[in-house]
């Protein structure tokens, strides 16, 4: 059975940072291409990260190109979304994807003094 487990939201200030996880079972993360999203509360999803398991290729969206880090971890079947200087516009539910269409259940950030 395929899963995909996001954790690591929460609430932050303004500059801080918050490591998402994306546990996933039922096949692995090394096999295809994994994808972070986002959507703020009443706005479209939006793609910020993904990251290529057979040729390690690695794109951001535009606004959080200079301040996200996708990656993973073969062995745990994990890929983490590291978010540094975080802005009030970050606030968003994250959301893990696989390429085979499969998306977890969304984990909250929301950045706020």
């Known amino acids: 059975q395929v899963q995909l487990v996001e954790s690591g939201g929460g609430v932050v200030q303004p500059g801080g940072t918050l490591r998402l996880s994306c546990v996933v079972s039922?096949?692995?993360?090394?096999?295809?291409?994994m994808r972070w999203y986002r959507q703020p509360p009443g706005k479209e999803r939006e793609l910020v990260a993904a990251i290529s398991g057979p040729d390690g290729i690695i794109g951001y969206g535009d606004s959080v190109a200079d301040r996200f880090t996708v990656s993973r971890d073969d062995i745990t079947n994990t890929v983490y979304l590291q978010m540094s200087s975080l802005k009030p516009e970050d606030s968003a539910t994250y959301y893990c994807n696989s390429q085979f269409g499969h998306w977890g259940q969304g984990t909250r950030v929301t950045v706020s003094s």
């Open positions: 039922g096949f692995t993360v090394g096999s295809t291409i």
